[in-house]
């Protein structure tokens, strides 16, 4: 893993300004601390920060590759798990190689197959590739949007980069927001649509999307989409093509040439991973490390809940157990998770989830200690259907987001004069229509099915992705190198045409999952009842954020005056509000730290509004 960024301008040389690409190179140094590369040439910067990970004696970015035609120089943010299956590929096309990067192997593809190597590639990634000759730019991001590649037309130049704040270090792109900013911060937030940078004049390039630059634009495409076809296996041979999906994607993920290890929450998805990985490093005969968090005094105040039913450090000690594993354990304590919030933001470059992000990012510190790449149990209920909104028949049919059914709670934050230009808007509205207007059908489906198939479409353009962001960037920010093989796109292609009773075996939730995997974990495991990313449960919690956004509310012109009611943080702090923000991760003590984050960040990256 990597961070890249660049230039392109065709307006005016870019040789005077190493300077600045200096600057936006050191804001990537996180990402990528093994090494820097920097190309540049009249009309094209190219940028790159090195995490090593495979072939780390070689594979040093930018390369470049002549094929007698053209030269072309690559950038690469991510890993692709089919790397010798395309490299044998293009051998028989005539390639020769020089290392074993993947990298390399990327670089080639695009040289031989041009934009079509993007429906090739079975991985993650974000990259770049520059035609010296064509003066053309190719950007590309892989199909679930795991690795992130934002960009910014401005000025006549094209600036692109693998996190916000790389282009923030562009001295001609404003630190401003607008209406739609305000929007996606008080509407849509810690979500953003997708697309959206929040910044005004920043994008995201989505996911399964490539495009060209050059002197006449920017010219986006998508390279891939999720089809609606019939499912014809019985569910015997639904359980095994999905045993064999999932098997066949974290093997390919345990390919490093640094040290590997795994997420272990106790719960199934992340137990199935270490569960597979254990026995592929038992049959080299190597011990596979493990890592769990879990929060000081949380056993004293747990409280089980309809979405919490029990807590993980018992179901964790049995999986270090059944896996002969070596386990590391991240107890994080209140003062720690409170201050975290404030680099939590430095890290994704926008408020976030605040404690769920602050806890990872501190986990994942811990875990960079011992190993450099980890594998993580990530989206697998998005694609088994695993959360309460898609069993729950009410919350199912519930129109709009099922996460976030609070927007006129969150309008009575803002100013009214804000209020009332975004209920007007109706940005949430036409968000959600517009997700289930994107939602691929067969002709004459059950109901039933129909809506599972928009559930789908919601979480994966929604949901799952501010996870993918939050574990994105708060691993990156200690150079930690996050895989999540249930994002395989295979997976999600697969899952996508499966039908609910299949899912629901036995009525239980991601019950298809349970039964394609039986054998590899203890029944207790196996039939757990789903239980989210731990959280904090100390109510000195709430007394620490509420504490911290009292203090920065003390200037008269605190940031976050400008467009939020101060009357409605007070009711906040000091009231009985515990209306769910984000889902049952983020309620009145998450609400409060999101606030504060916002107030932090509108400070720390100098933000102006533009309205």
Known sequence: MC???????????????????????????????????????EHAALIHTRLSVIDPENGSQPMHYSDGKEIYTIIYNGELYNTEEL???????????????????????????????????????????????????????DRIGVKPLFYCLTGNKLIFASELKAILAYPEVPHEIDINGISQLLLFGP?????????????????????????????????????????????????????????????????????????????????LISSIAAKEFAGEGRILHTFSVDYRD??????????????????IRQMQDYLQAQHHWTVIDTPALAAALFEAVDARDLPGMVDVDASLLLFCKEIRQHVTVAVSGECADELFGGYPWYR??????????????????????????????LAARKDVDRAYQATLERTA?????????????????????????????????????????????????????????????????????????????????????????????????????????????????????????????????????YGDDNVQWYGQLMTRPQTIAYFLQMDYWMERYEVKLAL
């Open 392 to 421: 729950d028949p009410e919350i199912r049919a519930a129109y709009g987001f099922p996460w976030s059914q609070s927007t006129a709670y969150r309008l009575s934050f803002a100013k009214p004069e804000i209020a009332e230009l």
């Open 298 to 315: 949380n056993d004293k105040y747990f409280q089980k809940s309809k979405f919490q039913p029990n807590s993980d450090p018992a179901f």
């Open 87 to 141: 490299r044998q590929q293009l051998i028989q096309a005539g390639c020769t190689f020089e290392t074993h990067a993947d990298t390399e192997v990327l670089l080639k593809a695009y040289a031989v197959y041009g934009e079509q190597c993007t429906e090739l590639c079975n991985g993650i990634f974000a990259f770049a590739v520059w035609e010296h000759h064509r003066q053309r730019l190719f950007l590309a991001r």
């Open 3 to 41: 961070g890249i960024a660049g230039v392109i301008s065709f307006s005016e040389s870019l040789r005077d300004q190493e300077r600045i690409f200096a600057r936006m190179q050191d804001t990537l140094k996180r990402r990528g601390p093994d090494r820097q590369g920097m190309f540049l040439s």
């Open 441 to 573: 059908l067969l002709d004459g489906e059950p109901p039933l099915e129909k809506r599972m198939r928009e559930m789908m479409r919601l979480n994966l353009d929604w949901f799952m992705q501010t996870l993918l962001d939050r574990k994105d960037r708060m691993s990156m920010y200690s150079a930690l190198e996050v895989r999540v093989p249930f994002c395989d796109h295979r997976i999600a292609q697969y899952l996508y045409n499966v039908p609910w009773a299949f899912k629901e075996y036995k009525g239980y939730e991601k019950g298809l999952l349970r039964e394609a995997m039986r054998d590899y974990l203890p029944e207790e495991i196996l039939w757990r009842k789903k239980s989210p990313y731990p959280k904090t449960h100390n109510p000195n919690y709430l007394t620490a954020v509420t504490e911290l956004l009292a203090e920065r509310l003390k200037a008269p012109d605190a940031p976050i005056l400008r467009f939020i009611r101060r009357d409605a943080l007070e009711r906040l702090m």
């Open 191 to 271: 979500g953003r649509t997708p697309g959206c940078g929040v910044f005004k004049g920043i994008e995201e390039l989505r996911p399964a999307h490539c495009a060209y630059y050059t002197q006449t634009g920017l010219e986006i495409r998508p390279y891939w989409a999720l089809k609606a076809e019939e499912h014809t296996e019985n569910f015997q041979q639904t359980a095994e093509h999905v045993r064999f999906l999932l098997t066949d994607a974290v093997k390919r993920q345990l390919v490093s040439d640094v040290p590997i290890g795994t997420f272990l929450s106790g719960g199934l998805d992340s137990s």
